[in-house]
């Protein structure tokens, strides 16, 4: 089977994508977010998901905004035909499509039978899509993540192992079972599981053993019910024998229980007495202590409120003075305060006025200076400038004569030129000599006449401005700019400050001081006053303070002492009013103690009568220890219905013949017992035969792995060179198991879960590139491999290795299509064709 191309629409993020596949390793390249696992995974649901899915499966698939039920298309080759199949995916309104090139076409669940017979898998059950969509080819799908995962995990149907073994034993290379053979293996199982639950549990449910297990279990509980009727029956004689013993001896304990009794009311009655006058005694003890302990602790809170009072006035008047000198020390700090701001006031006046004056004065000064700004300044440079320009220009354009050498008289516009000197022309001029007269025309033409009137203006037009401003240079008026801005400036700063405070207001504040007798003295020693004046401030404040405190809390001790001296006196008061009280209505504690004697003499008296009859009930009625009458009457007449129930229960069972129906059970549990142990016997030789027949099938299945480990090696060495060699296991009922892998000369095996990231992916591709070869005869000998990037833990040295690895796939006929978003990586594999997703 061979995949041609592949269209989406309206799935996910792609709106319409289509993508084409050739033979050999296809190479498909997106940045992440690009899509490239949804193209994996539409490849996937178009083969293997029916298209009536619902749910949340079906709007995970719907583009966002929703424009569309999602559409998958999908070409591929199966033997000597071509197939196009179409999907849409919208639930019970969804269809399926299959055309081949033969101009078959199904349509619909026909559709998805065909289809499921093309891929050798049927679709998945819509109610059990999230357990097996993802099983479905399992070993041709390497999904985004899954790549370092063992392909023997998937299990027996994700592998398609059935299919493998069909063409393991079809290559001819392994033995293959008779009919006759499997005929049996199937007898055999079927007979087994009649007896046997899927766990191997013996005793299958609906068995004829279960059933025999049944009636036994029945023919024991019904010879156990008629054991509990005669060991009830026993129970019953025993009982009315036990019952009618108690009867009797009931009759002879309950005259003395009656004699007992009364001898207790009264003993009670007396102990009764007895506490009310323990506690008044205790009472009167506990009221005398009290009020000895009350007095004893109002003596020193007496005398300590007595101090407390004596040194209380003294510390106020220390307070008092303290408090005095602090105040005047603040009146003189306030005084200098005041003193400070009245003196910063009138030396900012005078800054003031002085700086009005100076403003006045600049005013003048500005008013007599010309109207020179930078502007200007810049303007007179510039004339300056072109004017010098004009000079260069004038002296380029204008032509020296210099006479070296000459036989008679040379003359120059009518002037004579002396042998050794030279004049400039800047005109047309006429040289002379005897025999010979010249014209000399300087320049091109009539530009030195244009540069000498550009020159002449230039400089008529400075010495104007200059005139104008009252300057004799360019230089002269920087200088009057420079001081005209520096006065402007001061003039701008002397503003603000005469902005910040008036003059009035600043008089207005000065006022409030006139009648203050404050003193003088300029400000820095005002100052220095009041900082010296401000620690002695704080030790002042601080000796009040501490005065201060001391008179607090020597007051609320006071206040605290008199308040425990109140309390201890109210108790004292309550405690002597009572015991007074209690005297007065009791006597004294003499009387109580009395009283008290008498009444534990009269108990002495009860409690020897009681001990008499206690050990007369000791002796004969050892049993009932701590029984009452009513107790005993009781017992009486359980002990009676006891005796007629029993007597009921004799008489009812005397009708039947227990014993008798007990033989008969006995005898039926004994065939029961006999036909289970023999169904049992039965079931247990049909599980040795079919352990027997399992071991030699799997010791036939062993056969399978040789041919597997020979393409797994071939790919491996691909990869790893040097000796090694892998290794697997096969059983029956389990399919392929038990990767591992060893390499050089060691003999340890190592297992697949302790390879690192990298050797798991390339070991797991591996074996999946053998299988699929293995497969590939049954599909037209061709199968495509989906690898969502499965290579993403491979170090880059090992790259080359996964370029051969994955030729060596393509070479064998495989189709191989992989998804990366690594490009440097796809640079490296010799793909038959590259995508390059947008």
Request: proline residues 3%; contains cysteine.
């Amino acid at each position: 089977m061979q995949l041609i191309d592949f269209e989406l629409c309206n799935y996910r993020l792609h709106k319409q994508i289509l993508i084409e596949f050739c033979p050999g390793l296809n190479v498909v390249i997106g940045a992440n977010e690009s899509g490239k696992s949804t193209l994996v995974e539409g490849l996937h649901r178009a083969l293997f998901l029916p298209s009536r899915c619902s749910g949340a499966l079906l709007e995970e698939m719907r583009a966002k905004p929703t424009a569309g039920d999602p559409e998958i298309t999908l070409r591929f080759k199966a033997g000597l035909l071509q197939y196009t199949l179409r999907k849409r995916f919208a639930g019970p309104r969804g269809s399926t499509s299959l055309i081949s090139s033969a101009g078959n076409t199904w349509q619909g669940d026909k559709a998805e039978d065909e289809l499921a017979e093309l891929v050798g898998a049927a679709a998945v059950q819509r109610a059990r899509v999230g357990e097996q969509l993802r099983e479905r080819w399992g070993h041709l799908w390497v999904w985004q993540g899954t790549a370092g995962l063992n392909p023997l995990d998937l299990g027996v149907g994700a592998l398609d192992q059935k299919k493998l073994l069909e063409q393991l034993q079809d290559s001819g290379q392994l033995g293959i079972q008779s009919q006759l053979d499997q005929r049996v293996v199937e007898l055999v199982q079927q007979r087994w599981s009649n007896s046997f639950t899927d766990k191997g549990r013996i005793g299958k449910a609906g068995s004829h053993l279960a059933m025999a297990q049944r009636e036994e279990q029945q023919a024991k509980e019904h010879l156990s019910a008629i054991n509990k009727l005669l060991q009830e029956q026993q129970e019953a004689r025993d009982n009315q024998f036990a019952a009618s013993a108690s009867l009797a001896e009931l009759d002879q304990l309950i005259p003395l229980l009656l004699q007992l009794e009364p001898l207790e009311l009264q003993k009670a009655q007396l102990i009764n007495q007895l506490k009310p006058l323990n506690d008044l005694k205790e009472q009167l003890s506990s009221l005398q202590l009290e009020s000895n302990s009350l007095k004893n602790k109002l003596e020193p809170l007496i005398l300590s409120r007595d101090q407390l009072c004596k040194q209380i006035p003294i510390v106020e008047q220390e307070r008092n003075g303290a408090n005095n000198i602090l105040d005047s020390t603040v009146k003189e700090a306030e005084q200098l305060q005041q003193s400070i701001r009245k003196a910063t006031i009138e030396e900012k006046l005078l800054s003031l006025e002085a700086n009005i004056q100076r403003d006045k004065e600049l005013r003048q000064l500005l008013l007599d200076l010309p109207d020179i700004n930078l502007g200007i300044v810049e303007q007179l440079r510039d004339k300056q400038q072109q004017l010098k320009l004009a000079e260069i220009t004038m002296q380029s354009l204008a032509t020296k004569v210099e006479l070296l050498m000459a036989e008679s008289a040379v003359y120059v516009n009518g002037e004579p030129l002396n042998i050794g000197s030279s004049t400039c022309l800047n005109a047309t001029s006429i040289l002379q000599t005897a025999g010979l007269e010249l014209r000399i025309i300087p320049g091109d033409g009539g530009k030195v006449a244009q540069a000498m009137a550009k020159h002449e203006f230039l400089e008529s037009s400075l010495n104007a401005d200059l005139r104008r401003l009252r300057v004799e240079n360019i230089e002269q008026a920087v200088h009057l700019e420079r001081h005209r801005s520096e006065l402007l400036a001061e003039q701008q700063r002397l503003q603000a400050e005469k902005a910040s405070e008036s003059v009035e207001d600043l008089r207005e504040a000065l006022e409030k001081y006139i009648n203050d007798q404050l003193p003088i003295a300029s400000i820095d020693d005002l100052r220095k006053q009041l900082d010296d004046l401000v620690p002695i401030g704080r030790e002042r404040r601080q000796a009040f303070n501490q005065l201060d405190n001391k008179l607090t809390n020597q007051r609320e001790q006071l206040a605290n002492c008199n308040q425990l001296i109140n309390i201890q006196q109210e108790e004292l008061v309550k405690t002597d009013t009572l015991l007074k009280e209690l005297l007065k209505r009791f006597g004294s504690v003499d009387e109580v103690d009395g009283q008290l004697s008498k009444l534990n003499l009269n108990i002495s008296e009860l409690e020897k009568r009681q001990e008499v009859l206690k050990k007369q009930l000791s002796s004969d009625f050892p049993g009932y220890k701590g029984f009452n009458s009513s107790h005993a009457h009781q017992q009486r007449e359980v002990a009676l219905q006891k005796v007629a129930a029993a007597g009921a229960l004799l008489r009812a069972d005397g009708i039947n013949d227990r014993y008798a129906q007990r033989e008969q059970l006995e005898a039926a549990l004994e065939a029961r017992i006999s036909e289970r142990e023999r169904l049992e016997q039965d079931a247990l030789m049909l599980d040795l035969l079919r352990q027997l027949l399992q071991e030699e099938q799997t010791a036939m299945a062993l056969q399978y792995t040789e041919p597997v480990t020979k393409k797994l090696d071939s790919y491996l060495s691909c990869c790893f060179p040097g000796p090694m060699q892998s290794s697997l296991e096969y059983q029956s009922n389990k399919g392929f198991i038990n990767l591992q892998w060893q390499r050089g000369d060691s003999a340890v095996a190592w297992e697949f879960s302790a390879l690192s990231g990298g050797t798991k992916e390339i070991l797991a591709a591996s074996l999946r590139l053998a299988m699929a070869e293995v497969l590939a005869n049954a599909y037209s000998g061709c199968l495509p491999l989906v690898f969502d990037d499965a290579f993403s833990n491979v170090d880059p040295g090992r790259w080359p290795w996964v370029s051969a690895l994955l030729q060596k796939g393509a070479n064998q006929g495989l189709q191989l299509i992989l998804f990366s978003c690594d490009p440097t990586f796809c640079e490296e594999l010799p793909a038959n064709q590259r995508l390059q997703l947008p």
